[in-house]
């Protein structure tokens, strides 16, 4: 095979499309939400002028969550056009899934003791227990912060059916999950697709949609071994994106990045300015 055919499929361009949407929409909430949470501060009040002040960071932080929730259920929807009802709940279940399963759990102990050397690396199938995690975060993320922010969209109608005080524990536990969900991301989630030895400089797998059959071999060896034995790798083999689109993937995917750290940065700089206001 040529050299620029050894790319192995592995994200289909409406996934692609879809973790993009992602990327801007949870951006946007970021920006205009730290916005909001440090407008008493002159960094906080720069985020919000391309928005028009505190008023117009708070009203696209609202649109912006909406289109969130939106595309939440619609996602859902889909899943459920996906499940192949006829061998309920057994096709929930298998190496193409994205539901945790017991080969996970041990995939995770065996990773543990591999950092230690006290174990074998463990060998994982199309998807390892950690892009697991980072998938499944996204929704009890979101049911947290979707049902404390619907209840914050409009306080004085949701005061008609709950007391006050609960929407001041929506408020905090809205921060604090968002605040949580941008740490995650920001730290953990860009080290492990982006800077870990095997992945450095940039993993372009999620915008090109492919990776390397060498590397898939040693991040996914048992996906590969599947394939190959179900006569399928071949099929699965597609040409190299084109120079100009990946190096548009690297710009792109580092202007997410560094903003990204910035956030985080200066919101951590900023949280004692915070205080003493």
Do not use: C
């Amino acid at each position: 095979m040529a050299a620029n055919q050894r790319r192995l499929k592995r994200f289909s361009a409406g996934q692609r499309l879809w973790h993009f949407a992602l990327i801007i929409l949870f951006l946007t909430m970021g920006v205009t939400g730290l916005a909001w949470m440090f407008i008493e501060t002159a960094w906080g009040r720069s985020l919000a002028a391309p928005f028009g002040g505190w008023q117009g960071v708070l009203y696209w932080h609202r649109i912006a969550g909406l289109i969130f929730l939106f595309g939440f259920v619609s996602h859902i929807l889909y899943l459920l056009t996906r499940v192949d009802w006829s061998r309920f709940p057994g096709s929930l279940f298998g190496p193409e899934t994205i539901v945790y399963q017991w080969v996970d759990v041990k995939g995770f102990v065996q990773h543990f003791l591999w950092i230690f050397g006290l174990a074998e690396a463990p060998r994982f199938d199309r998807w390892s227990w950690w892009e697991k995690f980072d998938y499944w975060a996204v929704w009890w993320g979101l049911i947290i912060v979707g049902v404390t922010g619907l209840m914050l969209y409009d306080p004085v109608l949701s005061s008609d059916f709950m007391p006050g005080w609960l929407l001041n524990v929506a408020l905090w536990v809205h921060r604090i999950e968002a605040v949580l969900a941008m740490g995650h991301i920001f730290t953990v989630h860009f080290y492990v697709e982006h800077f870990r030895p095997t992945a450095l400089p940039f993993n372009a797998a999620m915008f090109d949609g492919t990776m390397d059959l060498d590397h898939a071999r040693e991040e996914h060896p048992e996906w590969v071994a599947r394939l190959e034995r179900e006569g399928r790798l071949e099929a699965a083999m597609v040409p190299e994106p084109p120079v100009p689109l990946r190096i548009l993937y690297f710009m792109g995917g580092y202007a997410i990045i560094a903003l990204g750290l910035f956030l985080l940065v200066f919101a951590l700089l900023n949280v004692g300015a915070l205080t003493l206001l």
